[in-house]
Antibody
Framework: QVQLQESGPGVVKPSQTLSLTCSVSGDSISSGGDYWSWIRQHPGKGLEWIGNIFYTWNTYYNPSLRSRMTMSVDTSKNQFSLRLTSVTAADTAVYYC????????????WGQGTLVTVSS | EIVLTQSPGTLSLSPGERAALSCRVSQSVSSTYLAWYQQNPGQAPRLLIYDASSRAIGVPDRFSGSRSGTDFTLTISRLEPEDFAVYYCQQYSDSPPQFTFGAGTKVDIK
């Protein structure tokens, strides 16, 4: 059974860069059957898709965040990551990593989520 | 851009009652790429329904999904205590590739 675990700082200063990593166990990132995703949830609000990445570094980004974000994979560590630059208070959210099966446009497994607060 | 409108915002029901949650898609879509998720407080969302009407592994059969044109419905036939949660619908569009969630419907205890 696949398990995903987010890690990263809980507080980021405004204008700085948010960096998160998702560690995957129970599935290989490079197996070729899955895309790896980031989704966030602002406090008390709904869900916002951030982006997907394949192990070949093929990516799909939310157009509203594309100019500030980069996703990457590290197959040797079975991890994938998110960088979001020039953060503001509007980026305060719980960030989830998730798995999307190739050819199946749903998120079938999720990490527990990590709260990132943008504050000076 | 596809917009998903979920209604009602909150549904107050008693255990054992039937719940019907609506998700309206803003434009006609040829696919049934619509999914439903359940989220309990402090937890990650859990996939319930995919392709509009297929239950994910381990989901009880009291959960069902249906579609009529651009209107999608999640039905819970008899509410159990663990079903009181927030439910989100999610759509996929491929031009450009993008995933969109609805704002959610909270099912709470009456």
């Amino acid at each position: 059974q696949v398990q995903l675990q987010e890690s990263g700082p809980g507080v980021v200063k405004p204008s700085q860069t948010l960096s998160l990593t998702c560690s995957v166990s129970g599935d290989s990132i490079s197996s070729g059957g899955d895309y790896w995703s980031w989704i966030r949830q602002h406090p008390g609000k709904g869900l916002e898709w951030i982006g997907n990445i394949f192990y070949t570094w093929n990516t799909y980004y939310n157009p509203s965040l594309r100019s500030r974000m980069t996703m990457s994979v590290d197959t040797s560590k079975n991890q994938f990551s998110l960088r979001l630059t020039s953060v503001t208070a509007a980026d305060t959210a719980v960030y989830y990593c998730a798995r999307k099966r190739s050819g199946w446009p749903v998120f079938d497994s999720w990490g527990q989520g990590t709260l990132v607060t943008v504050s000076s | 851009e596809i917009v998903l409108t979920q209604s009602p915002g909150t549904l107050s029901l008693s255990p054992g009652e039937r719940a019907a949650l609506s998700c309206r898609v803003s434009q006609s879509v040829s696919s049934t790429y619509l999914a439903w998720y359940q989220q309990n407080p402090g937890q990650a969302p859990r996939l319930l329904i995919y392709d509009a009407s297929s239950r994910a592994i381990g989901v009880p059969d009291r959960f069902s999904g249906s579609r009529s044109g651009t209107d999608f419905t999640l039905t819970i036939s008899r509410l159990e205590p663990e079903d009181f949660a927030v439910y989100y619908c999610q759509q996929y569009s491929d031009s450009p590739p993008q995933f969109t969630f609805g704002a959610g419907t909270k099912v709470d205890i009456k």
